[in-house]
């Protein structure tokens, strides 16, 4: 880092500054929930299903230009030039920011992030209205979370200015006062993940590993007739499937049996193996929003509470979900209380010893010779966490989309060190061997993109075999009912599966795609891939370094 970095205390002085400002300024709204949408309303178009849909300019997360300001442990190890930049001049622009805020005017929302009664914290967000139409981040925020609870803690703030000058676009990260200032862009998530990123630091302070991955409970009933109830936590980045899985029943529709839905994007992971929930709107991808695959989703998508960000829609308020002109990260807020009959009472997933067992799966979305599901080790289960392997999405970095991509936990919103969280999560696995089963389940297919080199350009001939949504459902009915049939891969050192009930697996041998040799090859070069990125963890527990070694 430059030698010109700023002084943390420095800069905690003046971000504490302004919140206390902010606390009894007389231009700032503390807005009324009733007042909400009402005034969010006349900014935005209503859709056939009236609810609304609104447009930002920027259309995804800015993680080129978010910076974490701080002791050693919260600071990004390296920088690149833009975040360079923003370091080197942030004195000055803080100094700037602290004044403009004095005359802008800005609305105040107070929510809670979870529902328990040991880590539910108070979310405060100060959003600048010089632009009216800005008032949807507020409206969007408070409809994500749950009624303030005054005694909630730990405090967070978020002083969020869209119309900063947008070459000077930047989100500044103070984790160790819970604070975040949001500069030059008007997408709701830095809203959103600015809470759950600084949510995550926090729980991790109090023993807690919060998690990018969605809960649920499924209940099934065993050929013996017993009837079981598993937790599942499902991890993957944005736009592989994670909502999908997390809001399907699997078809477990038998009687006695049927799932409970908690949480679709963050939890906060104890060593019992509960987990508690943090929102009340869940923020889904809408492409390829189907009413056939993902009944439960499009019903609550669809209902008038809902919100859509980023998604095309006509005239007469029809919704185009594949239509990506306007972006491929089209969005929508849907109230988890319209995901009944499937929604739980609680947010909250209870300890391993109160369920027959915890179902843990990492979802990846590759091509080439992924394997379409594994059965994991724990030491294998800890090394797929630390790989997090999955492709780009329109939501990180829309010029990257496609590409092959690692992401410790499958999240992109850790502070601090990684080597922690997973020797945290080896521990918790080991910990509880045997109640804890671990799954990789692969939501692209097999195939790949083939690449060819013309006089003009390069020409690309797709050649995959893709897993549809009812396919995986299937896989993950057969985990929880018992019904797979495991056997060892041929090419991995994995257990695959050999029987799923309803799924033809032969469409998915590696061998239709590619000869052996060349098989042999990809998986020899993945192998070294992962291998190099995990050594760079040096104080990673070796027998996590090893199973990636031999995946």
Known sequence: MSSTTPSPIKEFEVVNRMIEYFKAAPNVINSADWTLRRSAERFASFTKFGNVAVHSTVKNRSAKVTVYVGSEAVRLKTLNSQQTEIMNNLSKTLASVEEYVKHAPFVRINRTMGNNSEFSPNCNIFVSIQRPEMIRLAYMTWATLFPVKPDGEPKQYIIYIPEWQENERQIVVFPEISATVVLGTDYYGESKKGFLRMAMWNAKQKGMLGLHAGSKILKTKGSDGRIRRYGMLIFGMSGTGKTTHTCHTHGLNGKDE???????????????????GSERGFYLKTEGLDPVTQPIIYKAATSRSAIFENVMIDYEGNLYFEDDTLTSNGRGIMMREDLSPYISNSINLPPVDEMDGLIVAFITRRHTVVPLAVRLTPEQAAAAFMLGESIETSAGDPKRAGESIREVGTNPFIIGDKSYEGNWFYDFVKRHEGKVCCYQL????????????????KVFKRKVQRVEIPEMSSIIRGIVRGTNTWGKDKYWNFEVPTF????????????????????????????????????KFNTLDKAIINAAKTM
């Open 500 to 535: 799923v009930e309803g799924v033809d697996l032969s469409k998915y041998s590696v061998e239709k795609f590619y000869d052996v040799d060349d098989i042999i090859k990809q998986v020899s070069d993945l192998r070294c891939e992962r291998v190099e990125y995990i050594e």
């Open 442 to 457: 692969n939501t692209g297919g097999l195939g790949e993109i083939i690449e060819k080199q013309s006089n003009c350009s």
């Open 258 to 276: 049927g799932i409970e839905i908690l949480q679709d994007d963050v939890v906060f992971l104890k060593k019992d193996g509960s987990a508690y």
